[in-house]
């Protein structure tokens, strides 16, 4: 049992010593098997070492939310724009074309919605994680949940249990449980709690301190995006994101409430892929937009 009165807060984060990539470019992942570092190199552009997923998994539990009204409409066409696509198997089945080539990140629990109580979920049975094609399974914990950490932390452990069994990448997706802080203590927490779990990948929040969250989670850290902002703040939280060590985005509505969605991923790819900073990815939004 461990001693719950005496929990002291890392200091060690060893910021001016990188992690070693020399034998895989991604964090913490040399030692796993050619089929699971395939497919994380179909995610992860090997050059950049970064990723933008494209995620709109968002209607298990919301609904058609702005945006997502008509994913055959407004989500296809960005598809192309994505490093990878993340999303539940009822939309890419229906609106999806098989034809398309992105690695497919597959939102693998389910069960609750925004109308009940969330993060009840269970998972998808593991044939039809494979018959998805998944290239990479996500589910969420509920890190600091009383009623559903456990829960969610056994669904995860369950799910790397079979992603290892047929080299297929797990992300962990840190809900926020309820009155968590939003700060680097948190995600630092929820995030290494993933990894500890067996994640190949980790989804969390940028905050400020990031780049402990980055230090102390042993692999790939991405962001989501969160609730719609400004293009320019929304570029601003990717730059700094990436300059504080995270891998990538898995953003959503950021990208599909735009006004301009498909100049806005090609912005955060700017950021994402090729250093731009957010004033120079904001003018590249405001060219594809308007060329558009
Ligand atoms: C949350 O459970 C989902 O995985 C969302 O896809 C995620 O939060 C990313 O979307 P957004 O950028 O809209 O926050």
């Known amino acids: 049992m461990a001693d719950l009165d ?3 807060d890392g200091q060690r984060f060893g910021l001016d010593t990188p992690a070693d990539t020399s034998k895989f470019f991604l964090k913490g992942l040399n030692n ?5 570092k395939n497919r994380l190199s179909r995610i992860f552009n090997p050059k950049s070492g970064n990723t933008v997923m494209l995620a709109f998994d968002h209607g298990f539990l919301m609904g058609p939310t702005s945006g997502l009204e008509r994913i055959d409409l407004n ?3 960005l598809a192309e724009h994505a490093d990878c696509l993340m999303a539940c198997r009822g939309s890419l089945r229906t609106c999806i074309p098989p034809e398309n080539n992105k690695p497919v990140c597959l939102r ?3 069960g609750t919605t925004i109308l009940t109580e969330l993060n009840h979920n269970v998972l998808l049975s593991e044939e039809e994680m494979i018959r998805m094609n998944s290239s990479a399974l996500a589910a969420m914990i509920a890190v600091g949940d009383a009623a ?3 829960k969610t932390l056994a669904n995860f452990s369950r799910l790397v249990d079979i992603g290892n069994r047929h080299s297929i990448p797990v992300m962990c997706v840190t809900a926020v449980g309820k009155d968590m802080a939003r700060d680097s203590r948190y995600f630092g927490l929820a995030a290494r709690v993933g ?6 990948i980790v989804k969390t929040y940028y905050t400020e301190g990031f780049e402990n969250v980055v230090a102390c989670t042993p692999v790939p850290i991405v962001i989501a995006g969160g609730k719609k902002l400004p293009e ?3 570029l601003e939280m990717a730059y700094n994101a990436i300059q504080a060590g995270a891998a990538g985005v898995d953003m959503g509505r950021n990208v599909f409430q735009s006004d301009a969605p498909v100049a806005m991923i090609k912005a955060v790819g700017g950021v994402v892929h090729d250093g731009l900073k957010p004033k120079e990815a904001l003018d590249l939004f405001e060219t594809v937009k308007a060329e558009s």
């Open 108 to 110: 693998a629990d389910t």
């Open 195 to 200: 990894a500890e779990n067996g994640a190949s």
């Open 148 to 150: 559903t950490e456990a």
């Open 6 to 8: 005496d929990i002291r």
């Open 32 to 36: 796993s098997d050619w089929g699971m």
């Open 232 to 234: 320019l703040e929304a």
């Open 75 to 77: 989500i296809a066409p």
